[in-house]
């Protein structure tokens, strides 16, 4: 076996014993195929308010621009597919993945040990750590690792586990083995076009984040435009309608990081509670939670939207 090989190997292994899902290897370079789509999707104003993906377009596409000497991209998958749900059907809703610790910390965290690892086991190499704080195209690289397919939702799929998971990043000065990228296999369904209450999912493969429900209630910092009223189908943080109808979730397990475990209370929350929720309220049920990006101010314009 030559240290390309042993090398990967032994990252991946780490990888799982640290809880990744999945680990995918790539080798660093131009994203030819994407730099086309960003341009497009840009263009045509799909990104709304959120003016940062306007920022660093040639890092977006070239990780060799974001780190020097970089030589592969290791993309690690970690699930969030809670083992329970908001107990009131009647309650607005929250998306799965903001159930429990803000994830940024959760695989920051972890991503540090691994890099750690690499640099004890291989010696001196360097390299960054990304949880989409910074301008990589995480589901372009975990798709070309192999890890999946990008679905006509725009979200990675995967045969065996669905699409309820984080998506992260090490971008190291390392050459590793690379993996070959995996078939569609999305087919003729339509099932997250058909889904989608406010018609994101522009065409297959390409969804316009300035209508999506996870935008209006996240990014957009204005009041929601009155002509989505009653379109929202009682979200009121992010939305995982796209997801929850893929026939491929049916496979998702529940995740066994205890840090995504949600407070008892959030569970437990009435539709009343969250009509009558106090900033007290939202500081201790959402304390180090990805919520605190609406902040209360944001989550409680969200509520009013749904009951207006």
Same mark, same amino acid.
């Given at each position: 076996?030559?240290s390309?090989?042993?090398?990967?190997?032994?990252?991946k292994?780490e990888a799982?014993?640290l809880g990744?899902?999945?680990?995918?290897v790539?080798?660093? %370079?131009?994203l030819?195929?994407?730099?086309?789509?960003l341009?497009?999707w840009? +263009?045509q104003n799909m990104? %709304?308010e959120?003016?940062y993906m306007?920022?660093?377009?040639?890092?977006?596409?070239?990780p060799t621009?974001?780190?020097?000497?970089s030589?592969?991209?290791?993309?690690l998958?970690?699930?969030y597919f809670p083992?329970? +749900?908001?107990?009131d059907?009647?309650?607005?809703k929250?998306?799965?993945?903001?159930y %429990?610790t803000?994830y940024h910390f959760?695989i920051?965290d972890?991503?540090?040990?691994?890099l750690?690892?690499i640099k004890?086991?291989i010696?001196?190499?360097h390299?960054?750590?990304f949880?989409?704080?910074?301008?990589?195209?995480d589901?372009?690289?975990a798709a070309k690792?192999?890890l999946?397919?990008?679905?006509k939702n725009s979200?990675?799929?995967t045969?065996?586990?669905?699409?309820?998971?984080?998506i992260?990043e090490?971008?190291?000065?390392?050459?590793?083995e690379?993996?070959?990228?995996v078939?569609?296999?999305?087919g003729?369904?339509t099932?997250?076009?058909?889904?989608?209450?406010?018609q994101a999912?522009v065409?297959p493969y390409?969804?316009d984040?300035s209508k999506c429900?996870?935008?209006?209630?996240?990014?957009?910092?204005q009041?929601?435009p009155n002509?989505y009223?009653?379109?929202?189908d009682n979200w009121?943080f992010g939305?995982?309608i796209c997801?929850?109808v893929c026939p491929?979730n049916?496979?998702?397990?529940?995740h066994n990081?205890p840090?995504?475990?949600?407070k008892?209370e959030?569970?437990?929350?009435s539709?009343?509670d969250?009509?009558?929720i106090?900033?007290?309220?939202?500081?201790?049920?959402f304390?180090?939670?990805a919520?605190k990006?609406?902040?209360?101010? %944001?989550?409680n314009?969200?509520?009013?939207?749904?009951?207006?």
């Amino acid at each position: 076996m030559d240290s390309r090989a042993k090398h990967t190997q032994l990252i991946k292994s780490e990888a799982k014993r640290l809880g990744f899902l999945s680990c995918g290897v790539s080798k660093a %370079g131009f994203l030819e195929e994407e730099a086309p789509r960003l341009e497009k999707w840009l +263009n045509q104003n799909m990104h %709304g308010e959120m003016q940062y993906m306007e920022n660093h377009f040639d890092k977006r596409l070239n990780p060799t621009k974001l780190v020097e000497g970089s030589k592969s991209v290791i993309s690690l998958l970690l699930n969030y597919f809670p083992l329970q +749900n908001q107990k009131d059907a009647e309650a607005p809703k929250i998306s799965k993945y903001a159930y %429990g610790t803000d994830y940024h910390f959760v695989i920051k965290d972890k991503l540090k040990q691994l890099l750690n690892f690499i640099k004890e086991e291989i010696g001196d190499v360097h390299g960054r750590a990304f949880v989409d704080s910074a301008p990589v195209l995480d589901k372009a690289w975990a798709a070309k690792s192999g890890l999946g397919w990008i679905g006509k939702n725009s979200n990675l799929l995967t045969q065996q586990v669905g699409s309820f998971y984080f998506i992260a990043e090490l971008i190291v000065d390392l050459e590793l083995e690379y993996d070959t990228p995996v078939t569609d296999h999305c087919g003729t369904c339509t099932a997250c076009i058909d889904a989608c209450p406010t018609q994101a999912i522009v065409d297959p493969y390409v969804v316009d984040g300035s209508k999506c429900i996870s935008y209006f209630t996240i990014e957009l910092k204005q009041e929601i435009p009155n002509s989505y009223k009653g379109q929202f189908d009682n979200w009121m943080f992010g939305c995982d309608i796209c997801q929850d109808v893929c026939p491929w979730n049916r496979f998702s397990k529940p995740h066994n990081e205890p840090l995504f475990n949600p407070k008892p209370e959030l569970l437990e929350m009435s539709k009343k509670d969250w009509e009558e929720i106090t900033q007290e309220v939202f500081s201790k049920v959402f304390q180090k939670s990805a919520v605190k990006r609406t902040k209360f101010a %944001g989550l409680n314009r969200n509520i009013r939207f749904l009951n207006d």
